[in-house]
Nanobody, 131 residues
C-alpha cells in the first residue's frame, strides 16, 4: 500500500523559510514523478513544483520561481520543498503527490494537471505566512 506523509509546515513570518518533507512508502520513488501542490482557502489546488528522475527535470509555477526548490533523495524515498522569501500569498495546505511517467508525460503536466487520475497523494501540511 502506498503512503505519502508530508511534514514541515507551520507558522512563519513574511520573508521566512520552511522545508517541507514528503516521505513515501510502498513504492520506489526513483521511478516516479513527484509534485508539490497547494490549496489556499477558497481557491483551487495548484501545482507548485514538480520533479522527474533527474535534477535538470524540474518545473516551477511562475509565482515561486527563484524562491522554492524541489529536490528528492531516492535512497530515502523522500522529496523536499525548500521555500524561501515566503509571503502571505504562499499560505495554504501543501500536498505532495507521485505519479508514474506511464500516466504523466512530463513534470510540467504533472503540475498543470494536478497529477492526473492515477497519482498518489499525501494528507497535506499547513503553511501559514503571517506577521
Amino acid at each position: 500500500q502506498v503512503h505519502l506523509v508530508e511534514s514541515g509546515g507551520g507558522l512563519v513570518q513574511p520573508g521566512g523559510s520552511l522545508r517541507l518533507t514528503c516521505v513515501v512508502s510502498g513504492l520506489t520513488l526513483d521511478y516516479f514523478i513527484v509534485g508539490w501542490f497547494r490549496q489556499a482557502p477558497g481557491k483551487e489546488r495548484e501545482g507548485v513544483s514538480c520533479m522527474g528522475r533527474y535534477d535538470n527535470n524540474r518545473y516551477y509555477t511562475d509565482s515561486v520561481k527563484g524562491r522554492f526548490t524541489v529536490s528528492r533523495n531516492t535512497a530515502k524515498d523522500t522529496a523536499y520543498l525548500d521555500m524561501n522569501s515566503l509571503t502571505p500569498e504562499d499560505t495554504g495546505t501543501y500536498y505532495c503527490a507521485v505519479a508514474s511517467p506511464i500516466h504523466m508525460s512530463s513534470v510540467e503536466n504533472m503540475c498543470r494537471f494536478l497529477g492526473g487520475r492515477n497519482a498518489y497523494w499525501g494528507q497535506g501540511t499547513q503553511v501559514t505566512v503571517s506577521s
